[in-house]
Structures are given as C-alpha cells and as structure tokens.
C-alpha cells in the first residue's frame, strides 16, 4: 500500500491529475456556494444528469473521444433540460421540485440508454463512457486535466471579479434588478458556470454523484462562517480537499471509482463541520442551550427574579386557608 | 415648466392575461410622503415592481424626473418587502446597507472606506450602528426593516419606493421609519409607501393613492382620504371596520 502510494507521487502525470482535481473541487465549490445560496442545489445535480445525453449524442456523432465536444454537448442537453424545467413550470401548475425530477431521470434514461447502444456497438470498449457514470480521475489524458484546471481557474476568477455582483444577485435579485444591475445576465452567467463546473467534473466524479461536488463543501462551509467571502473560500478549500483525497484514493486502490470516494470526502468534512463548527455546530448549540438552561434555573432562585418570593407567599397562602 | 419625480401614464399590468392593473396614470408632485392604499391583491406591490421595472408591463409609460427610468436609477431607492429574501445569508447588517451603493460603484469595483462611512452614517440614522457587525439572521423583524431603509438611505436617491415598510414592526421601529420619512420629506425628497393601516394614514401622509385594480383617487390626504372614496377602494369590507369603530366608541362611553 504505502509503495503504491509512493510510487504515485512519483509519476509526473498523476501529479498532474492530483493538481487537475484539486483545482475542480476548488472551482466546484466556489461556484456551488452560489447555487446552494440561490437554492438550486438540486439544479446542479439535474444538469449533471442531464448532460449524459449530450455526451453520448456527442461521441455518436464524432466518434472520438474529445473533452471539448463532449462539454459542447453536455452544455447543449443542459441547455435544454433547464429550457424543459422552465417550461414544465411556466406552462403548468406543476412546481419546481417535481419538474426538476421529470426533467432529471428523463435525461438520465435517454443518456443510459445511449450509453448501453454505444458499448455495445463496435468501438463501444475504447470510449471509456462507462468511466462517466462514476468518474475515474486517473483515466483522464494530460489535456483533458490541463482543459479542466484552466477552466477551473477561470471560474474562481469570474468569481473573484464579480464577487459584489453574484452576492447581491444571490440575496435580494429584485433590488439587484432595481439599481440596474443586469440581473439576468448574472443570473445566467451562474448557471452556465455552473453547467461548465459539472461537466468539466463529469470525467474525474462521474455524473451520477459530481453535484455533490458542488453542494457539499458548500453546505459545510456555511457551518463555519457567517461571512460570504468567509465562506466561498471554506468551500472552494473542502471541495479541492474532497477531490484530492478522492484522486488519491482511488487511484491508489484498484480501481475503485474516483466520484463515490470524493463524495465521501466531502461528506466527511460536512459531518465534522456539521459537529464541530463554533456557533452553527450541533456541539455549540448542545453546549449553548444547556449554559442557558442553568442559567435561567439559577435566574429563578434568585430573590430579584420574583419568583421565590411569590412562590413562597402562595405557600403561605395555602397554609393559612388550610388553618 | 416643472418636472415631476414620478409621471405614470396609462400604466397597464397583467399576470397571465390577468389584468392586475389596469391603466394607471397619475402625477407626483415633489417633496411629498405619498401612502399607496388598497385592499390585498389591489395590485400596490405590483405598482411599485412595474415602476421600478422588475416586472414587464402590458402598456403604459413611467417616467422618472422627465425621463425614462433607465436613465435615471442612480436617483431612486428601492425597500423591499422584507420577506422577499432569506435572512440566513451569510452577510451582516453592514454589508447589507453597502450594497446600497453597488449600483454607484458599477461593475467590479469593490466596496472602501468611503461606501463603509457611508453606510454606517446610514445604520446610524435608523439607531443600529451598535449593531453593524451582527448577523442578520439574528436581528429582530423591526431590526431587518431598519436595515432595509438604510440600504435604501445608502443608495442617497431623491424618490423612494418602500414595499410595506410598516409590516409586522414594533413600535420602536415605527416611529424610527416615521422619523426618518419626515427627514426625507424635508430634504425634499419624494418617498412611496404602500401601507396597510388606515389609522395612521392621516397622521403620516401628506397625499395618497387609493387602488383596486385600478386608481380610485389620487391627491392630497384631506380631500382624497374620505370614507367615500375608501368605499369604493376596499368595498363592503370597509363598513364593517367602520361599524365596529363606532360600537367600540359608544361602548366606551
């Protein structure tokens, strides 16, 4: 175990996938503080799904097997399934969770479906698809993890330049819109972020599990900070951490899919947050309600509270009406 | 000729062919603290949001200060509703009230030193400097709506659009908000309010607009605020209040 992991270190491109993945849970985080703030966390996971469908088409057409496409193809099925969600929702009395779900497993179905067709067909075996249902970091070529950690780095500096504008736009958008701020524009500038931090993460978390990517070290960030700034950069470092860990992990025991144990990364990191945080944490909040408990029973016995005295005299009362 | 802070005309809303306003047109004249009064659903939130441009209209003309409101942003502040957004945003009460100037600052530019003053000038004139650095979530419901108006105050407009800024505060907070709407009024400033209480309209309003639909009356509070006219902007609904007001009188006595 620890000579495979050495020897690991050693290999120059796995270094690189190392730093790949570091870099997309960095991104993916930053960019899913926004979306978990904006409440579309579950947007992320059905545009992750939904993307399945374009990389498959995507490969049918092409018959190769090229980052670049497969991100034109999952931001057009994308694209579309978050046109259907709007639609299902304008157009019927149907809400916004439901249609998030029809969209979601329909997509999900018709890129499964694809994906069964094409390993079944002729260079089906050399596509390596399959390796997108769970993610397998350490099957990613050298430009494939260069594309993905520039592109990562474009996002946190996106991020970073429009930091005033997403944090209005994510907390008051009317207001946002009243001042002049072009809402709409930011607002679609965050979905397509968030639509490029899924599928540059597909290959290395896999579609099923890449939104937890984007929502978990969110989540366990906001444990630790009432700051936005604070916050977005507690994400961005569990989301690098949970991708690192995963890479290794996986990478150093056979075979095992990169997207389960990157999740569970994060998921760790979330528990710990979730316990241990200062304020927010459950421990914190155990440990506040009960001083404030002995407080208050403390408050009571004390003649200033009034409490005693008026008890007492009720007592007296009750003796004399008894003689 | 004058220009007025705010000229509506024919101004036509609609929710899904729903028509929620319908053909609207008045004139504000400046300097004035103008009540916006209606029953629920008379389309007052509606009226503002359209005004402001954050809801298309079907037809109709806004102008702000002789033009159009594009132009003219940087001169309107803007209080939403305060349920509008979710008070567990990671943000404190400061940085709240400088995103007030955002819209000044234009893209990328980050808040200094100069928004911050600012902005604790304006938490300062609604009482809550002690509490600039406190979490929002842990401010009180009359503590956020402070917080709402000195985001507005920050954004130093000369018309302002206030959704409601009366809801559910206590009487602390009321009297703050009355105080600060008479220190606009005599910076000659122009503030919209959509309020709800009809005891204390005469008390708090120089003019007010009375909705249903459409406009019922608009103008000064003595000759437009009768019960006449409030019959026919809330309907039956208005008797009964009026019914119980003189019983509750007579029993006094």
Known sequence: MLSSFTSWFADPNLQWILMGSLLLGLGSGVIGSFAYLRKQSLLGDALAHAALPGICIAFMLSGVKSMGLFILGAIISGALATFGIHAITRFSRIKQDAALGIVLSVFFGIGVVLMTKIQHSGNGNQSGLDKYMFGQAASMMLSDVYLVGAVSLVLILICALLFKEFKLVSFDPGFARGMGMRTAFLEQLLLLMTVIAVVIGIQAVGVVLVAALLITPAVAARYWTDRLGVMVVFAGVFGGLSGAVGTMISGTLSNLPTGPVTVLAATLLFAVSALFAPNRGLIAKLMRRSRQRVEVRQWAGTPESGLGAAASRRYAGERSADS | ?253
């Open chain 2, 1 to 253: 000729m004058t220009t007025y802070p705010l000229e509506v005309e024919r101004l036509t809303v609609a929710y899904q062919k729903k028509p929620v306003l319908n053909s609207v047109s008045f004139n504000i004249p400046a300097g004035k603290l103008i009540g916006i009064l209606g029953p629920n659903g008379a389309g007052k939130s509606t009226l503002l949001k359209a005004m402001l441009g954050l809801i298309p209209v079907v037809d109709g003309d806004v102008k702000i200060f002789g033009g159009a409101y594009h132009e003219q942003r940087k001169r309107v502040g803007y209080v939403p509703q305060r349920e509008s957004v979710d008070w567990d945003f990671p943000t404190h009460a400061l940085d709240v009230v400088m995103m007030g100037r955002y819209g000044h600052l234009g893209w990328f530019r980050r808040p200094g030193a100069a928004e911050r003053n600012l902005a604790l000038e304006c938490l300062t004139k609604v009482g809550m400097s002690e509490l600039a650095g406190r979490q929002i979530s842990q401010l009180s419901g009359g503590q956020q709506q402070r917080v709402f108006l000195a985001r507005a105050l920050a954004q130093t407009a000369d018309l302002y659009f206030m959704d409601e800024p009366f809801a559910g505060v206590d009487a602390t907070t009321e009297k703050a908000i009355v105080a600060l709407l008479q220190e606009l009024k005599e910076q000659g400033k122009t503030v919209l309010v959509v309020h709800h209480d009809l005891a204390t309209v005469e008390q708090y309003f120089d003019h007010v607009l009375l909705l249903n639909g459409g406009l019922v009356a608009e103008g000064p509070t003595q000759e437009v605020f009768t019960p006449d006219n409030l019959q026919k902007t809330y309907g039956g609904r208005i008797a009964i209040l009026q019914d119980f007001s003189a019983s509750a009188s007579a029993g006094q006595v």
